[in-house]
């Protein structure tokens, strides 16, 4: 089953398709879009290995394609990359009306996407996200961007796909630890919006956990909604969209102080142990304590990785650079209770204390 | 006397305010706007020598203010130069309440507009334009960017700022140079939109070329005024905003074969050109022969400098990367009469051989 959502915001609507066969669901409008033109294809070596065949439809209806190559992974995210991809577009010839697709992770989508923001001032791409992180997180939305050292997503731009095409069946070939970094990110949404989504989480964690494209597809399209339509009301995060941070503030610190150690997480493992911290900033404000015991156990189950031996003066010195910090302080995404949620400003004192706890914690199993 | 604009777009209004003692009439916003905030200044040393006292006030209402140099001109518009940005934003600390200042000229404005478009995904920025160009031009409508080697603005974005503040007192100490290169593109403007405005030019321009800044405030309000209705019209240059590009689609292209060949041209000056070569094609279109000799008759009298030797071929191979270029080609905007305007493709034949005879025809004197 095909599941089709759209993302109406300032610049027009974006069709998000989503299931096993959302490809050749899609195919038709694909083609129409890049009909005539030169088509630019960001991706990664070995992305292009695993799936680049489903592409040559939309190849044989482009004037020209041109393929632009990235490395895998959030360490792909830097200014030589862009640069790098900037130049390409302008050597191969690109036009204010050439297309782009980034097909691959969230880390492709968000290099892909930032070039596509900013060459020529813009121009249009398709998001083809290849992993279940990108799926339901990082190739909607609009968020583009790359990291400067220590600080990820420090600079970027808004920049909406004008498709996105999440195929539930390249996700057959993820890792597993890929999947489940997938899955905290969809924890999170679910548990500070979608009870009901939480729920059949509880009940399928392990059956998703195999990476059965059909056995997603739902989980994905419910979550991808969720997200979506959080971004609708609040495309620039003046707001509301600030929810999608609960786990994200220490999560980020987490993966920027893993970088910079050599010692990477993946995003959706930070993220999963944000939320986890988030949590005990949010029991002693009124988080029913059963409430509480469900995300944990959920998160137990997924199993998340080890954290490395982090101290806490590393992390928060990361923390005090956030790029959603102003200049009052760092504002945290709370649970209130399932479903419910605040954004709080939180003493840099009791931040501290917590994560001396944590941290203690999470280092003796 | 200060003249006062406003400009409406998706994102809010920007006031543009003109005039002898247009930084001092804008204080009070300027000071609460920046009040309590990290306030980054994006310059270079010869305008903070010339200039930067009248910045003083500002930095009392921030919290606190840090300096960013940047090189003077066109050809600090690199990847190096807004990466260094970009560092030095999160070095100091930088937050997405933080305020950031372009003071200086176009480039500093197109660069250190590209940095707040894009650090943290955009940051509220002040264009205060200390050049006749950046006054009329450059540092209104929200074009911001860098150049690729031999591509004038290839990569960039649209990025209002939050005040446009153009003090005719800093044009007192520009080189006639200047004076000239920024009155082309009053011509330019006032060609293909204001038929009183360019009246006005034919009887001043010899007061003009002299500086003062009494004398030129109502002539950068009326170029500003014009520019500001059209972007306000079409803000992402989805149609009618490429009048401005009158003059433009050559002028880039001896500007960054300039730049090739280490000759560079400034951009107004090249825009003077681009003109003449603009009514060549013009002219067998309709121009009528009269309004054509007014404005080569003022261009005569602004006194442009004379062209490189440059071949049509380096020309062509240019113009054939031009960004506005869409994968049918290049569109002209050539004046019908003084007052309108029609964009016009034109087929790359006869662009060949009227460059061919231009390049003779101006090589000869």
Do not use: Y
């Amino acid at each position: 089953m095909i599941h089709r959502l759209s993302l109406a915001h300032p610049g027009g609507t974006t069709p998000i398709v989503v299931g096993a066969g959302a490809l050749e669901a899609t195919r038709a409008e694909l083609e129409t879009w890049c009909a005539g033109r030169t088509l630019f294809v960001v991706s990664s070596p070995r992305v292009r290995a695993l799936h680049g065949a489903v592409l040559a439809p939309l190849g044989a209806a482009a004037a020209r394609v041109v393929d632009l190559d990235v490395p895998d992974g959030e360490a792909a995210k830097t200014v030589a990359e862009v640069a790098e991809l900037w130049h390409g577009l302008l050597a191969a010839g690109g036009k204010r009306d050439s297309r782009l697709i980034t097909f691959g992770g969230g880390s492709v989508s968000d290099l892909g996407g930032f070039a596509a923001a900013t060459f020529l001032r813009g121009i249009e791409f398709a998001a083809l996200p290849t992993t279940l992180l990108a799926q339901v997180d990082a190739a909607l939305g609009g968020k583009t961007g790359i990291d400067l050292p220590g600080a990820k997503n420090s600079v970027g731009a808004f920049h909406m796909p004008a498709f996105v095409v999440a195929d539930t069946a390249w996700l057959s070939t993820l890792p597993r630890a890929e999947l489940r970094a997938g899955l905290a990110e969809v924890i999170k949404v679910a548990f500070v919006l979608e009870p009901e989504l939480f729920a059949r989480l509880e009940r399928e964690i392990a059956g998703l956990l195999d990476g059965d494209p059909h056995r997603l597809a739902p989980i994905v399209a419910a979550a991808a909604a969720a997200k979506a339509a959080v971004v609708e009301r609040d495309p620039k995060e003046a707001g509301e969209r600030r929810v999608l941070n609960f786990g994200h503030t220490l999560g980020h610190a987490l993966e920027a102080a893993g970088l910079e150690r050599g010692e990477p997480l993946a995003h959706g493992d930070a993220v999963g142990w944000g939320m986890r911290f988030a949590l005990r900033l949010a029991s002693p404000r009124g988080l029913p304590a059963e409430d509480s015991a469900r995300l944990s156990e959920l998160l137990d189950r997924l199993g998340l990785p080890p954290l490395p031996q982090f101290t806490p003066e590393e992390l928060l010195a990361v923390l005090a650079r956030d790029k959603k910090a102003v200049e009052s302080g760092v504002r945290w995404v709370l649970p209130r209770r399932l479903g419910a949620w605040a954004a709080v400003e939180v003493a840099p004192d009791e931040v501290r204390a917590e994560l001396v706890e944590f941290l203690a914690a999470c280092q003796s199993h």
